[in-house]
T-cell receptor, first 111, second 113 residues
Framework: KNEVEQSPQNLTAQEGEFITINCSYS?????LHWLQQHPGGGIVSLFM???GKKKHGRLIATINIQEKHSSLHITASHPRDSAVYIC?????????????FGQGTRLTINP | DSGVTQTPKHLITATGQRVTLRCSPR?????VYWYQQSLDQGLQFLIQ???????AKGNILERFSAQQFPDLHSELNLSSLELGDSALYFC????????????FGPGTRLTVT
């Protein structure tokens, strides 16, 4: 079993829909990252969380440390949101120096 | 633009060869990370440097090595290349070690033929 599991692996939705991508992890962490990778390959960091909730524009990320679970929400989705979304966790102690990645969620928003 | 630069963007080479990938971190960032993204393995951490010193190692093959120079740029050396080394190689930087934002470069796409 991977240390970081994302669901769903693929998601197709219509423009305007509310999107939720989930991430569960099995280790103690110091932080969790949500990354976006566009078809061209470039990776953009969306959020880094260690507790609670963060919002940036139409994107909201939440984390529940006790349940070892995080969600990424996209409100009023748009075709330009189509990308792969990757959850990654940073461990504690010696593990606080390397990210462990989920397998990614491929999101397609149709107009 | 993250402020992290990587060269070259694309590299095509033959099995058995050696290549060097270069990364310049964001201004002010002391920590550099290297990641490999292949189709079958996804993103994997390779190695981290902080202010010139190696600080963490992940699933990095013995044929691969890296260093960070006094001006903080970093190089990843891949030798005795195999077909399976074909992948996207990303560099990222952060201000320090630990739970800090990581900024990713555009990546180098390596194709081994």
């Amino acid at each position: 079993k991977n240390e970081v599991e994302q669901s769903p692996q693929n998601l197709t939705a219509q423009e305007g829909e509310f999107i939720t991508i989930n991430c569960s992890y099995s280790v103690g962490i110091s932080a969790l990252h949500w990354l976006q990778q566009h078809p061209g390959g470039g990776i953009v960091s969306l959020f880094m969380l260690s507790s609670g909730k963060k919002k940036h524009g139409r994107l909201i990320a939440t984390i529940n440390i006790q349940e070892k679970h995080s969600s990424l929400h996209i409100t009023a989705s748009h075709p330009r949101d189509s990308a792969v979304y990757i959850c990654a966790v940073l461990g504690r102690g010696q593990g606080a120096q390397k990210l462990v990645f989920g397998q990614g969620t491929r999101l397609t928003i149709n107009p | 633009d993250s402020g992290v630069t990587q060269t070259p963007k694309h590299l095509i080479t033959a099995t058995g060869q050696r290549v060097t990938l270069r990364c310049s971190p964001r201004s002010g960032d002391l920590s550099v990370y290297w990641y490999q993204q292949s189709l079958d393995q996804g993103l994997q951490f390779l190695i981290q440097y902080y202010n010139g010193e190696e600080r963490a190692k992940g699933n990095i093959l013995e044929r691969f090595s890296a260093q960070q120079f006094p001006d903080l740029h970093s190089e990843l050396n891949l030798s005795s290349l195999e077909l399976g080394d074909s992948a996207l190689y990303f560099c990222a930087s952060s201000v320090a070690i630990g739970p800090y934002e990581q900024y990713f470069g555009p990546g180098t796409r390596l194709t081994v033929t």
